[in-house]
């Protein structure tokens, strides 16, 4: 059944009648606010309620305890809850598909199953999605200044916020009201160099607003310094000697047998090889200058520093917002009209470029309207020519070299703007209490590109009659700026949406008014995203050459929801949405029914039941793709005799030259015939409160999801069948033993790999928690909590086999490679006695192995070979003391002293025991390499999990200034 618009102008219909009707009665009737106890907004639930504890689970992080716990940004408070597991994004995942963003993944459903909310409303997500696949929010585009706290909904929500909800919510609540002025500084550095922070905030209020017009404008300036690999150096995980461990050095410019390379390249000593005979004769090697020798360069005496590694990329924020509010005249109804801009500006540094040596197999192209082509602008026999300077072979030579351009390395400088602004507008008519909400936002990112090798430019450049490019460096601006382009794009997310909701009690009962909330709304999304003009010529491979993602996506939808107090101790909650999505043509209904039964006055039982889904993205079924090399292959039409080890027959005259193994590109494509991802999901748990001031709670969540979306070239089965192989038309070809003639069949242009609807997802486990506030003698008082998340099973189900993936480092294609460890606690002790509090917070993150069974990583050996091979290809063993990745605990210390009623100090120390991240060969995200010619490997450290580990301790000092 095909998208009829008119479902959609359905709901936009409804939803603008109760716009204009609502405010059409609330201009002559003005009718009263209904009397009785203040009621408050509670995440989850579009009922304002007089008590904040609902059926579900809800954790509440003020910004007190925020600033308390030493957190500055919106992305260090969500990275640090327990709930968050595999999946997350840090800014320090340099090697991410979305990179220089940071995102949240609730019980490690990854980040396209958490919904992250900001006043209860939707914000565009950011354009370079997560695996190129998964919509996320940037948790650093939310400016920290403003926020009043943070809520997060700890079970599905589909049933009231619609898609994306899955796992949970975080919703980041703004301050409605404030007088005064709030102004906060602070400064602090690493204890081991690097990572300097200066961070200001001023909040300004103006007006009176409940005498009708008022508000306040907020402004944040946030700096931090990159910190270096080369500033860690004598960390276990920043070493590149595993020679002591039966593998390779991988220190930049070693030779040797354990070396990186037989012939490495070496910063600043270009050299030349014949074509022909032993590159470890003398004779067989020209060095350019004086800076190495063959001798020098065999006795490790070339080696130099590796200056481009970050653990921590450079970054500078710019945010500013405000907010309006007040009464329309002459009615009862108020508005309430909220803008921010963001403006980040990060740069990621990945590694040199390395010049190419003896042959270039050209690049692969793709892009919007565009097939995949491989081996475009090729250059068989990449030389310089008998006449270079320096050479004195007589012959075209080959290449080892690195840039001649002093300092460049390849580096990503992203400067993105977020714009929002969310206007509504609040009211009572006809006994509804009405709330009419439309906004808009958009994410630009802009991303500019240096120190990437233009490979057709540099060959023309180096074999240039006139004037050659020197590798010795010295060349003209112009000469460096062909051969090592600036390069940028442009990509844009928008978002915007229009939405009204309605509630009224509708009779009494025994434990207070049932009420009935109604709504309807539309969102209208927009992602342009093309890759770089370069990806799709061919002229320079730089991140995200040839992903690309276009379209657009509207969503109507419709829900209601009926809060019932049954007894005085007993409430149920249920509610029912319909969503609506044009791009794929899908539809989906979602329940929701939860229950809270106060069975004594100091216990609560609690417990939830729904569906969730999670629609398909634009870059799942839009004009989207991205195309990759998938390594050599056989062409099993083409080439169709083997030998009897199974190897083909390259003496067959029956087999086409070239298409016994050869490098093939496969297409990462959207499908528009996806279903959403769906998922049940269960909560039950209680609130246990036997004594004043000692609280505890025990939630257990079970979450089953259907039909999760994922390339099917990561499925276990996925081969070259006819459906995935792409291919031309039979040609005139050249056969082993010298034949020629048409091909069986056409050659094979690329492999179609869409996304599917492939596997399914089972994980349960359980979030407890306790707090108690002691009164001291000296009437000081002591604070004492814990949280602790828990995963019983995280379960993957894929063609009838499961592969059981808690405590492991799977889901590796779903998940970034982050791993699922089973445990996660937050412990909190604070002391408070007069102008004095102190704060410290302990943060364990549990152990897991390098195995990932949905991978076909069963053991420790192939788990540490997955990413990093390299490290061990000397001899093939890897150290089994590597197969578990150890516990990592750390500890945070905040000191505040209040001076007066307008100042406030403090003294922060982030893991101030220097608690070790632990090592992590199976991990890959991390910063983008070591010795520049043995393979794009990360620094084994899991940048997702232990950033703070591998930050070491950090230290700042602030001040709070409150008028």
Known sequence: MKFQRKRIALACTVATSAVAMLGFEGALAQAPAPQGSMRVDVTGTNIRRVDSETPSEVQVITREEMVQQGFTTISDVIRNLTQNNNGTLSTGFARAFATGASGVSLRGLTVGATLVLIDGQRMAGWPRADDAQRQFVDLGSIPFVAVDRVEVLLDGASAIYGSDAIAGVVN????????????????????????????????????????????????????????????????????TDYRPWGGNDLSPGTWGPNGASNNPVIRGAPYLQRTTGSTALPENNAFLNGNCDLARRNAQQCLYEDDWSQIQPRSQNVNFIAKLLGKIPGTSWTYDIAGSYFDQQ????????????????????????????VGVNAIPSFTVPATYPGNPFGAPANIRALSPINGINQSVSQDTGTSRIVAQTMGNAWGWEANVAAGWTQVNLESTYNGWLAVPAMYKALNDPVKPYLLTGGNTAEQDAAVYPTLSNTIKSDLSFIQATATRDLMKLQGGAMTLAIGAGDVYRVLNSPNPEAGQQGTVSIPGATTYAMGSQNNAFVYAELYAPVLKNLEFDVALRYDTYNKPDVSTWNPKIGAKWTATPWLALRGTAGTGFRAPYITESGNSGAAFNFGNIRDPLNCPVSLPNGTPDLNSPQNVQGTCAFSVAFLQESNPNLEPEKSTQYTAGFVLEPVRGWTTTFDYYYIKLKNQIINIANTPTFDQTPENTVRGAPQLVAFYGGQTGISPAGLIAYLSAPFVNAQDVVTDGFDLGTSYTWTLPDSSKLLTSVMWSHILRYDLTYAGYTAKLAGTHGPTAVGGDTGTPRDRVMGTIQWAKGPFTTTMTVNYVGPYNVTDPS?????????????????WAANGFVPPAYCDVPSFTYVNLNIQYQFNKQWQFML???????????????????????????????VPYNPALHQTGAVGPFWSLGFVYNF
């Open 172 to 239: 980041v609540i703004l301050k409605k009201d404030f007088k005064g002025t709030y102004a906060m500084g602070t400064g602090g550095t690493t204890v081991d160099g690097g990572g300097t922070t200066w961070n200001a905030q001023l909040l300004q209020g103006f007006g009176d607003v409940p005498g009708g017009f008022g508000g306040w404008v907020g402004l944040e300036y946030r700096s931090q310094e990159a910190i270096q690999l080369s500033q860690r150096r004598g960390e276990q995980w920043a070493i």
């Open 855 to 871: 991978a076909g990583h069963f053991d420790c050996e192939s788990g540490l070979l997955a990413a990093n091979a390299v490290r």
């Open 346 to 373: 990060s740069v990621q540094v990945w590694r040199p470029g390395t010049i190419t040596f003896a042959s270039f197999g050209g690049y692969t192209t793709a892009g919007p309207g565009q097939k995949p082509q």
């Open 908 to 938: 922060t120390g982030n893991n101030i025991f220097n608690a070790k991240a632990p090592v992590d060969f199976e991990t890959y995200g991390s910063s983008a390499g070591q010795q520049p010619n043995a393979g794009n490997n990360g």
